[in-house]
């Protein structure tokens, strides 16, 4: 799964082939989720702190995410984003 951020311990990806609401994924040691990028909807469990950094940096990052996402869409490649600093 292609990387596109790396801060705090979470490690943020985005598929090529993945369909259906644009979303990302996001992994912070055994913890997993997936986030809706219109409207920052949570799947999954996160710690509360990390869960905090997380959406503080979806909300910084929403036009880059869904610029990805059209990317990963036709098979192009993602952009690094920046880390939360």
Do not use: C
């Amino acid at each position: 799964m292609p990387e596109i951020s790396r801060f705090l311990g979470i490690v943020i990806s985005m598929y090529h082939t993945e369909h259906g609401v644009p979303h990302f994924h996001a992994r912070y040691g055994e913890y997993w989720v997936s986030v809706e990028l219109e409207t920052g909807r949570v799947h999954g469990k996160f710690p509360r702190r990390a869960l905090q950094h997380l959406r503080e940096w979806w909300m910084l990052h929403q036009d880059e995410l869904l610029d990805n996402w059209n990317r990963a869409r036709l098979g192009g490649p993602l952009e690094p984003i920046a880390p939360l600093e």
